[in-house]
Nanobody, 124 residues
Framework: QVQLVESGGGLVQAGGSLRLSCAVSGRTFSRYAMGWFRQGPGKEREFVASISWTGDSIWYADSVKGRFTISRDNAKKTVYLQMNSLQPEDTAVYFC?????????????????WGQGTQVTVSS
């Protein structure tokens, strides 16, 4: 079994910043894409950002471009999401995901492995 554990969520005022982390443990894979999704109140889960194994392919949802930055540390099996200029509409549960088939399938939510999620609340 593979485990993904997110951390770093919390309550922040609009305009503030948070850094999410997600560590992978348990069953290991040689290569995998990593990414983040979120699910706001009453909304469907949506893609936020993804990063390839080598880090040379990065994608962002339009809603977070220029504000969020995804990165990874393969030695630590950890992916990060630096979130700046947070707005109330960013309020959601943020989920970490990995996909052994690559970023394309991760973004399409095909055969992703998931974490339990971490709550991010942005107050106005």
């Amino acid at each position: 079994q593979v485990q993904l554990v997110e951390s770093g969520g919390g309550l922040v005022q609009a305009g503030g910043s948070l850094r999410l982390s997600c560590a992978v443990s348990g069953r290991t894979f040689s290569r995998y894409a990593m990414g983040w999704f979120r699910q706001g109140p009453g909304k469907e889960r949506e893609f936020v950002a993804s990063i390839s194994w080598t880090g040379d392919s990065i994608w962002y949802a339009d809603s977070v471009k220029g504000r969020f930055t995804i990165s990874r540390d393969n030695a630590k099996k950890t992916v990060y999401l630096q979130m700046n200029s947070l707005q109330p509409e960013d309020t959601a549960v943020y989920f970490c995901a990995i996909n052994i088939e690559g970023s394309y399938y991760l973004r399409r939510n095909e055969n992703n492995y998931w974490g339990q999620g971490t709550q991010v609340t942005v107050s106005s």
